[in-house]
């Protein structure tokens, strides 16, 4: 078996690698046609090292760079998304050798009852809610439509 540090790398062209110093052409290629293809070079730096610090990968659509309006200027801005909650979720759980389970989702009507299921005649929910099990303590988490929207 090889010991060079290449020959034992897993993954695709896309997969960030800890020895990395900056993005690859074929990363650089993928994240402009995900919509990061103005961005400078210190903004993707910065990012890339955010994305090796974390273990999030932006392929996967667990985090992403957002060009953002702020103090009458463009920034870019970091963002972790569901899938890069749910991956972080799933790595603590793991660390401390516990289950974790996500119950169904409810909806909150109109009338202040909660609904197992939705009918697109209501309109849209006031909310959503989501229980989650780790460890056999429950969490519920309330996002409020008007929040999301």
Not at 70 to 91: H, K, M, N, S
Not at 97 to 103: A, F, P, Q, R
Not at 121 to 142: H, K, M, S, Y
């Amino acid at each position: 078996m090889s010991t060079d540090r290449t020959a034992r790398r897993h993954g695709t062209g896309l997969t960030i690698h800890d020895d990395q110093e900056f993005w690859t052409r074929e990363q650089l290629a993928a994240l402009s046609h995900m919509g990061v293809a103005d961005a400078p070079n210190p903004d993707l730096a910065v990012f890339q090292h955010v994305c090796k610090r974390t273990g999030l990968g932006p392929v996967a659509r667990q985090i992403y760079m957002i060009r953002r309006m702020q103090g009458g200027q463009y920034r870019w801005t970091i963002q972790t998304g569901i899938d890069g909650y749910r991956l972080v979720g799933r790595r603590a759980a793991d660390r401390r050798g516990e289950s974790i389970s996500v119950g169904a989702p409810r909806w909150a009507h109109r009338d202040g009852g909660w609904r197992d299921l939705w009918s697109g005649d209501w309109g849209f929910p006031l909310a959503a809610q989501v229980t989650i099990l780790r460890g056999g303590q429950e969490f519920v988490g309330v996002a409020i439509f008007d929040e999301y929207k």
